[in-house]
């Protein structure tokens, strides 16, 4: 099994920055895709930042130019460097990942359980 542990959410005021991080642990033979959703209240969970195993990154428009996705592939970790952040940037986060857990070709999907990030007018 693989677990996901994010850490570094919290409070700020607009305009203010955060770094959200992402540790996997477990029976990983390599991590394919990383990425980071967030959920606010009342609405569907919605993908933020997305980085591949060749460090390709795609962001959601809402955020590109602010946030940052960026992975260490030696620790199995991935971050959410969030700056110039918006009230509307309140949510849930996630981290997400899709992992393969031998050297089978198969590969699975797994969540963290989510930090709350609140930015204040």
């Known amino acids: 099994q693989v677990q996901l542990v994010e850490s570094g959410g919290g409070l700020v005021q607009a305009g203010g920055s955060l770094r959200l991080s992402c540790a996997a642990s477990?029976?990983?033979?390599?991590?394919?895709?990383m990425a980071w959703y967030r959920q606010a209240a009342g609405k569907q969970r919605e993908l933020v930042a997305t980085?591949?195993?060749?460090?390709?990154?795609n962001y959601a428009d809402s955020v590109k130019g602010r946030f940052t996705i960026a992975r260490d592939n030696a620790e199995n970790t991935w971050n959410l460097q969030m700056n110039s952040l918006k009230p509307e940037d309140t949510a849930v986060y996630y981290c997400?990942?899709?992992?393969?857990?031998?050297?089978?070709?198969?590969?699975?999907?797994?969540w963290g359980q989510g930090t709350q990030v609140t930015v204040s007018s």
């Open positions: 997400y990942a899709v992992v393969r857990t031998s050297a089978q070709p198969y590969q699975y999907q797994f």
């Open positions: 980085i591949a195993s060749d460090d390709r990154t």
């Open positions: 477990g029976s990983i033979f390599s991590i394919n895709n």
